[in-house]
T-cell receptor, first 119, second 113 residues
Framework: DTGVSQDPRHKITKRGQNVTFRCDPISEHNRLYWYRQTLGQGPEFLTYFQNEAQLEKSRLLSDRFSAERPKGSFSTLEIQRTEQGDSAMYLC?????????????????FGPGTRLLVL | DQQVKQNSPSLSVQEGRISILNCDYTNSMFDYFLWYKKYPAEGPTFLISISSIKDKNEDGRFTVFLNKSAKHLSLHIVPSQPGDSAVYFCAASYTGTASKLTFGTGTRLQVTL
């Protein structure tokens, strides 16, 4: 296993269509994160999973967005009724579980991203 | 509210010289800081991190310094190489937030020959 993978790498869609992205984390990592990056900005947190449980969602994640990690391995991010403002790079990251207070936090490792363009 | 700030959008340095990239933060709860490097059309690549219990961490050509009282950290690259040309992001997190990262807006480093 060489790292986090994402599919597809690029997606062009028309406004109003639904799109789904997939992320495969590093195999021994039980935490998985989704971020979104727009031009000129740093990545912004969207949501994260610990195993199959989605434990936090950003207010950036509108009702049109849904994420799943059904078996605690790969994850999917779906955007329904896409809008032009959804055009961005969608990044997935994974990390081992944080071992808690007093221990070093775990580093997140990112995949190559999926670049979405909504026409 | 930009909790992590990189006030220099770009930096140009000659090959072999030192590159210093700066980052400021406002949230005093942050206790873990990371630097990522990003090439166009790729995801961020982890470079180096530092916990708030330290003030310096070194890994090869990369050193990160943390000044908690000033809420400031910096990344030093010595010597700079043309392959270091990329966008560098500072990120921060704190215990209890599942390590979710808050990123700065990035600094584009250009290392010239």
């Amino acid at each position: 296993d060489t790292g986090v993978s994402q599919d597809p790498r690029h997606k062009i869609t028309k406004r109003g269509q639904n799109v789904t992205f997939r992320c495969d984390p590093i195999s021994e990592h039980n935490r998985l994160y989704w971020y979104r990056q727009t031009l000129g900005q740093g990545p912004e947190f969207l949501t994260y999973f610990q195993n199959e449980a989605q434990l936090e969602k950003s207010r950036l994640l509108s009702d049109r967005f849904s994420a799943e990690r059904p078996k605690g391995s790969f994850s999917t991010l779906e955007i329904q009724r896409t809008e032009q403002g959804d055009s961005a790079m969608y990044l997935c990251a994974s990390s081992p579980q944080d071992r808690g207070r007093g221990t070093p936090q775990e580093t997140q490792y990112f995949g190559p991203g999926t670049r979405l363009l909504v026409l | 509210d930009q909790q992590v700030k990189q006030n220099s959008p770009s930096l140009s340095v000659q090959e072999g010289r030192i590159s210093i990239l700066n980052c400021d933060y406002t949230n005093s709860m942050f206790d873990y800081f990371l630097w990522y490097k990003k090439y166009p059309a790729e995801g961020p690549t982890f470079l180096i991190s530092i916990s708030s219990i330290k003030d310096k961490n070194e890994d090869g050509r990369f050193t990160v310094f943390l000044n908690k009282s000033a809420k400031h950290l910096s990344l030093h690259i010595v010597p700079s190489q043309p392959g270091d040309s990329a966008v560098y992001f500072c990120a921060a997190s704190y215990t209890g937030t599942a390590s979710k990262l808050t990123f700065g807006t990035g600094t584009r480093l250009q290392v010239t020959l």
